[in-house]
């Protein structure tokens, strides 16, 4: 059409229209989060990433006792709760509550050791299953129902297994099969604890568990301390949760409320020194800052766990329990399974815990060829995953998917069989 010589442009439907705004909408909304990613990557002073920002998070949130509960009140199974003779629980799952009972054609087989150990169940069947499936093979257990008990718990370490199982004997216990996977969180969480200010033996994050417990809110400076906190979890809480935790743009506006909390919970008490004290006990360090990872104290923590399962090992021994203990793998021990470049960037990262599995996985190996010529049935699982090109590795930590715990719960049955089978 021309008016006066001069084309005009037909107008856009209205369906053109809403795709135009839509398309310019997105444009902007890309825009506002890089904006966000490069501003939160100069305030950090490092390259701001979703994994980061999460893990950095997950540090306050372990802190809180009690964050997980379901709408009706009842604990959640992630909670964790304090218990007087292992330190903490995680929800309902108390001992004292899951005693075996034993007898009739039930062949009880019960799971200790830290998450790695408590994943074998804990979502999915795989690991016990190949475990279970293996175990049927024995002529003796013909005819009979394994029951698989799996009372592991994230952050135990070792001497937590060795008093659940004298707590769980103590109650009456019937047990004929006792299965102990650990060694990664018998190094890190002793070097944890020492940062942290506390011995090294005690449980995960011990003094930051009894001094949120016991702390009386008396001033109030302690009372503010409180709701400062509490504005901090639930803050926290909810950015964990999608669509936020995929946006930069409200990752950033946490940081930047985030830091404004930490530095009012910084000037909460009269003395700085107490309050950096206070901080470090509640909130803890979210990198290593300084521990001495390659010295005595790995070493230290080597011959407590070693010393645990020789004691575990005779206790059992004396309760005619059959006991087999095995170190877990972890990504971070050398050539120990090929990875492709996403599983890589998923499993492998410069952490605080690849120095503790590089500097003291071959101290517990060390230790295992004393436990064998003791006559504990010792058996190393850092290779099991050496062959398996799929990807298993679910974290940087050393957790695995459910096809790694099929593979890891088959391995483990074997061992068992052979030696209970009579093959070896």
């Excluded at 005009?8 to 135009?20: E, N």
């Excluded at 007898?103 to 999915?124: E, Y």
């Excluded at 409320?257 to 000037?267: A, D, G, P």
């Excluded at 230790?367 to 590795?393: C, N, S």
Aim: proline share 4%; aromatic share 8%.
């Amino acid at each position: 059409m021309k008016q006066n010589g001069v084309s005009s442009a037909a107008p856009l439907s209205h369906g053109k229209r809403v795709l135009y705004w839509l398309v310019i909408l997105a444009i902007l909304l890309v825009c506002l989060e890089l904006t966000a990613w490069g501003a939160l990557s100069l305030l950090k002073g490092t390259v701001a990433t979703y994994g980061g920002l999460r893990d950095e998070r997950s540090v306050l949130l372990d802190i809180e006792l009690g964050k997980v509960h379901s709408g009706s009140g009842a604990v959640s199974d992630d909670t964790r709760i304090l218990h007087p003779y292992v330190g903490y629980v995680h929800g309902n799952r108390a001992p004292e509550l899951f005693v075996p009972k034993g007898g009739g054609n039930t062949f009880t087989v019960v799971m200790v050791g830290g998450s790695v150990a408590r994943n074998l169940g804990r979502l999915h069947s795989d690991g016990p299953d190949a475990l279970i499936a293996e175990l049927q093979k024995l002529p003796q257990l013909k005819g009979r129902t394994v029951q698989f008990l799996n009372l592991a718990g994230d952050g135990y370490r070792q001497p937590q297994q060795l008093l659940l199982v004298n707590y769980l004997l103590t109650l009456g216990a019937k047990v004929d099969l006792l299965v102990n996977l650990d060694g990664f969180n018998d190094l890190y969480v002793p070097e944890n604890n020492r940062q942290l200010g506390s011995f090294a033996t005690y449980p995960e994050l011990w003094t930051s568990r009894m001094s949120w417990l016991m702390r009386k809110s008396q001033t109030t400076s302690e009372r503010l301390f409180d709701v400062l906190m509490l504005q901090r979890f639930r803050l926290a809480s909810i950015m964990q949760r999608a669509p936020l935790k995929y946006s930069m743009t409200a990752n950033f506006l946490w940081s930047i409320l985030e830091t404004m909390l930490r530095k009012q919970v910084l000037s909460t008490t009269v003395r700085p020194g107490e309050a950096i004290l206070r901080m470090k006990e509640t909130y803890g360090p979210v990198t290593a800052s300084g521990a001495d990872i390659g010295g005595a104290s790995l070493a230290q923590s080597a011959t407590v766990w070693e010393r645990s399962s020789s004691l575990l090992s005779a206790l059992a021994s004396s309760q005619g329990i059959a006991y087999f203990h095995f170190l877990q793998p972890n990504q971070y021990y050398p050539s120990s399974k090929p990875m492709d470049e996403d599983e890589r960037a998923r499993a492998i990262g410069d952490f605080f815990w690849k120095g503790i599995v590089e500097n003291g996985y071959p101290l517990l190996q060390q230790a295992g060829a004393r436990l064998q010529r003791e006559g504990v049935h010792f058996y190393d699982m850092t290779l099991v995953f050496k062959d398996v090109t799929q990807p298993l590795y679910i974290d940087n930590i050393g957790h695995f998917d459910r096809h790694g715990e099929a593979i890891l719960g088959k391995a483990m049955g074997e061992k068992i069989v052979k030696v209970l089978g009579g093959t070896q």
